[in-house]
């Protein structure tokens, strides 16, 4: 293979400086309003534990509700898919209601995961299936929250 | 330092801040901002993090240049503004006339358009009562979220609602959710203080939470999202829509796990006069003993002047010397 | 290999037969555009007998772009935050691409020795640094001895 046999091949970005721009990005405030994410904790040098919020979606039964959620980026981001759960108890299809942990299957981008995809994509994919008719139903009280997990270190 | 303030309908501030400034003096700013948006219905988001009033924003980290997400919860208007837009709308015309697909569903009471306003915006302000007849498809009541119940009720609209025939009628259905009633009180100190001693005990009386199982609450529920209907019927909701919360019904509702109730049309209850007070309205008699009313005697007296109207009954047996 | 320009390799050559001085540099996985490093730090400064691992970044762009650095090692620094992230001109606005790898490096290490508390990353720190200088450098020794060894 010689030189510049592929020239747009895209080279991927390592992990750690993928996720540096996706905290950028998160900080920034960067796609649409309802999404918000960042590190759980500032000094996680490498980026493993995300929190991340969305805005419950207008004329659902999550509308002005706030939902936490915690994302998981193991040593194989960007190749595997994060793991995600729900901090803020939520009744819909795809979340365990034992413990919030989201279904990768129930989710679209987390489902037919691509190393291009990025938090932001997994939030809005859960955003989307929020405002879909399945996930029209009864829900919690406001403000109560699935028992803490454990929080998941190394891969 | 600059940051952008940015509202999920997209809309953009930027606002100079300094680390040092606390989120509630950046909320403060920012209802400023916004037509003087009440402070407590703004939500901050920065990074994912829910920020809290009295945290500096140093505290998360927050740099020039950033972005912080914002969320308007509860009422999007002001306390008066409901009541007064809804006034507008609705005395247009006969409040009558634009309930003609259901005709069963005319206002029975005398209120007219005067006591209208009253209880659209107390409606709209119960915000999950809207989503009873299918999640998101009656629109505009008002998308108040269920977030808080009734923030904006004022003690003036409490006694305006009281005073109101009509209103009275709705009170004797909300009166016997005794959970819908706490929270309504809780979510209000100014209403706390306004409360009767008399109010206070029947809130923390025991019977109230006995009634939680009272299957008339569904009905009740039902009866309530009628009027609903009939209350938004006649200006298409628009009167209460948020401002900026798009609105739709599908809003949080308690109740929906039961929703397939709510469009049974529940039967009146059987008044007739030959049957004997005590008899007619020996349902009311056991609410009014439930909370904590125990003068069967003057309960049957108040309960035959109001017609078996419990909520009216409780207003009078309230405001009036206990010998009658 | 393939699309690598000829200025990053002859880089590589150059690092790999006349290293910097205090600086190892080496690739991950045999990539071109991702490199470990470790640095020594400085004498004469609260770094001394530290040694700091970086991570260092090619973009597609560079050198048109500056490569993206940060400290995996924790710093007490006013120009370092706490996830390595430098403050550095050079990396953001000044860059050039008549700067090299080489460059970037030492111009890190020199802001080891030279902290400017005055453009600071990590705000607390340089507040520190500001306010109580001789306890900041005591710090920043402290940190060198329990995290950078």
């Known amino acids: ?155 | 330092m600059q940051v952008t303030i940015k509202s999920s309908d997209g809309s953009k501030h930027q606002v100079d801040v300094e680390e040092a400034d606390t989120v509630l003096m950046l909320k403060t700013r920012v209802s400023e901002l916004l037509d003087n948006t009440p402070v407590a219905s703004l939500r901050l988001i920065y990074a994912g993090r829910i920020l809290k009033d009295a945290d500096a924003l140093s505290v998360y980290k927050i740099a020039d240049g950033n972005t912080i997400h914002l969320v308007k919860s509860g009422p999007k208007k002001p306390a008066a503004a409901p009541a007064a837009s809804a006034a507008g709308a609705i005395s247009d015309g006969p409040p009558q006339e634009p309930t003609t697909q259901q005709p069963q569903q005319q206002p029975s009471a005398t209120g007219g358009a005067g006591g209208m306003p009253d209880m659209a915006s107390l409606l709209s302000s119960m915000g999950g009562m809207g989503g009873m007849g299918g999640m998101g498809g009656t629109g505009g009541m008002g998308g108040m979220g269920g977030m808080d119940f009734m923030p904006q009720m004022t003690p003036e609209m409490l006694e305006q609602m009281y005073s109101n025939p009509m209103v009275q009628q709705m009170m004797q259905q909300v009166s016997s959710n005794p959970e819908l009633m706490r929270s309504m009180v809780e979510s209000n100190p100014a209403l706390q203080q306004r409360l009767t001693p008399q109010m206070r005990e029947m809130l923390a009386d025991p019977g109230f939470m006995r009634m939680v199982t009272n299957p008339d609450i569904m009905r009740a529920t039902a009866q309530l999202q009628a009027a609903v209907q009939r209350a938004q019927g006649g200006n298409n909701g628009g009167s209460s829509a948020p401002i900026g919360g798009g609105g739709g019904g599908g809003i949080y509702n308690p109740w929906a796990a039961s929703a397939p109730m709510a469009s049974a049309q529940p039967d009146p209850p059987a008044q007739d006069s030959a049957v004997p007070p005590a008899e007619r309205f020996a349902t009311e008699l056991q609410q009014l003993r439930d909370m904590g009313f125990f003068d069967e005697a003057q309960n049957i007296r108040v309960l035959t002047r109001t017609q078996g109207n419990v909520s009216a009954a409780i207003e009078i047996l309230l405001t009036s010397p206990p010998s009658m | 290999m393939a699309g690598v320009p000829k200025r990053i390799l002859k880089e590589i050559e150059r690092l790999h037969n006349d290293p910097v001085p205090g600086i190892d540099v080496e690739s991950v996985n045999d990539s071109v555009r991702y490199f470990k490093v470790v640095m020594a730090g400085p004498s004469q400064s609260p770094y001394q007998g530290g040694q700091f691992s970086l991570e260092l970044f090619l973009p597609e762009e560079y050198p048109m772009a500056p490569p993206k650095v940060r400290f995996l090692t924790k710093m007490y620094h006013p120009n370092i935050d706490k996830l390595g992230r430098i403050c550095l001109d050079i990396l953001k606005d000044k860059w050039s691409p008549a700067l090299q790898i080489r460059t970037v490096l030492l111009s890190i290490q020199a802001l080891l020795s030279a902290p400017n508390p005055d453009d600071p990353l990590a705000n607390d720190v340089a507040e520190q640094w500001k306010s109580n200088e001789k306890q900041a450098i005591q710090t920043a020794a402290e940190w060198t001895a329990k995290y950078a060894v």
């Open chain 1, 1 to 155: 293979m010689s030189e510049g046999t592929h020239p747009l091949r895209p080279r991927p970005v390592p992990r750690n400086f993928l996720l540096l721009q996706e905290l950028e990005n998160g900080e920034k405030g960067h796609g649409d309003g309802y999404c918000s994410y960042g590190l759980d904790k500032s000094d996680d040098t490498f980026m493993y534990n995300w929190t991340g919020t969305i805005f419950g979606p207008p004329g659902t039964p999550f509308d002005g509700r706030i939902y936490r959620l915690r994302v998981y980026c193991g040593d194989q981001y960007p190749k595997q898919p994060p793991k995600v759960w729900f901090i803020t108890r939520i009744n819909m299809p795809g979340v365990d209601q034992q413990t919030g942990a989201v279904n990768p299957r129930e989710i679209e981008c987390l489902d037919k995961w691509k190393p291009s995809n990025n938090i932001n994509a997994v939030l809005r994919s859960i955003f989307s299936k929020m405002t879909k008719r399945e996930s029209r139903l009864a829900q919690p009280p406001e403000q109560t929250t699935y028992p803490t997990p454990l929080p998941a270190t190394g891969n």
